[in-house]
Nanobody, 121 residues
Framework: QVQLVESGGGSVQPGGSLRLSCAAS????????MGWYRQAPGKQRELVAT???????IYADSVKGRFTISRDNAKNTTYLQMNSLKPEDTAVYYC???????????????WGQGTQVTVSS
């Protein structure tokens, strides 16, 4: 079992910043990658940013230059620094972590419960 605890969501004005955190816990053997997805009302869940265990990153075009994903491998935690927020960034943000767990190294892919980000004036 892998549990993900997300925090850092909230309401900000356009141009503001937020930092999301996602901490994974459990008998984790390895983490292939960690990432953030978001889903706005009436829209499909979309990728925001991902980071591999080796540090490679991928960003959605809509957030490049504004968002930065990072991770602390020792804490099994990923962060999403969001700057210059826009109203269109409003969504529920979900953390995703994949890898292997336990002595049998069972593969897993876990999702957080989501944290609300609201950007409005």
């Amino acid at each position: 079992q892998v549990q993900l605890v997300e925090s850092g969501g909230g309401s900000v004005q356009p141009g503001g910043s937020l930092r999301l955190s996602c901490a994974a816990s459990g008998s984790i053997f390895s983490i292939y990658g960690m990432g953030w997805y978001r889903q706005a009302p009436g829209k499909q869940r979309e990728l925001v940013a991902t980071i591999t265990n080796g540090g490679s990153t991928i960003y959605a075009d809509s957030v490049k230059g504004r968002f930065t994903i990072s991770r602390d491998n020792a804490k099994n935690t990923t962060y999403l620094q969001m700057n210059s927020l826009k109203p269109e960034d409003t969504a529920v943000y979900y953390c995703n972590v994949g890898g292997r767990i336990g002595i049998k190294r069972t593969t897993y892919n876990s999702w957080g419960q989501g944290t609300q980000v609201t950007v409005s004036s």
